[in-house]
């Protein structure tokens, strides 16, 4: 299973978020969850909540200082789908590397609005995959339009866990390990080997 620490704060997070089963193989029926279990994980995570997602930014006046925080919500709509709202383009900006005019031309992008498909796995605590779409821009820089196209992991390490308990009771991962121009993956800061890691979290 690989680890990802890209920023200070993941030690605390992926402590808690820890999945009860780090083996991705979820095909056997045996370890899927009934329609009542699922129900019963939909009624206690569905509707709106309101917290924080960290992020890598460099500080240049603080060169130890890599992360960052903006206030964000998601809404958990039904029991395979949630809507994460108001994600900066610069969370994207920041990782890339090489190339400043697609830098510039992401930064000006508006806020993100991502929709994401999730699959609830365990009943105690609350654990679910999250299946982000992937994110698409036409971005003008270097005299020509490109594409641009992002993608997530579907499933582990993308995931979620609700514990009401918990001091952070919802704790969302996202993790991006592809970049992609005009049709090309790229190696301009996200990659398989350095992906984009979004971490979400509510507090009591």
Known sequence: MKKFTLI?????IMAALSFTSCNTDSDSDSQALSAAQIQQCYLATHGNHYGKMVYYAENKANVKDKQDTVSVSWNITTDSTMTIYGIPAKVIAERIQFNNELKEAIEKQPEITLNCKIQYATVNPIQFYIGPDNINYTLN???????????????????GQYSPDSKKPMLLQLVAPLL???GNETSYGITSSTPLQLLFYTEK
Not at 8 to 12: K, Q
Not at 148 to 159: A, D, L, Q, V
């Open 8 to 12: 200070a704060f993941v030690g605390c």
């Open 141 to 159: 820089y270097g005299g020509k339009e490109h594409k641009f196209e992002m993608r997530f992991y579907w499933g582990y390490p993308s995931i």
């Open 180 to 182: 992609k121009i005009d």
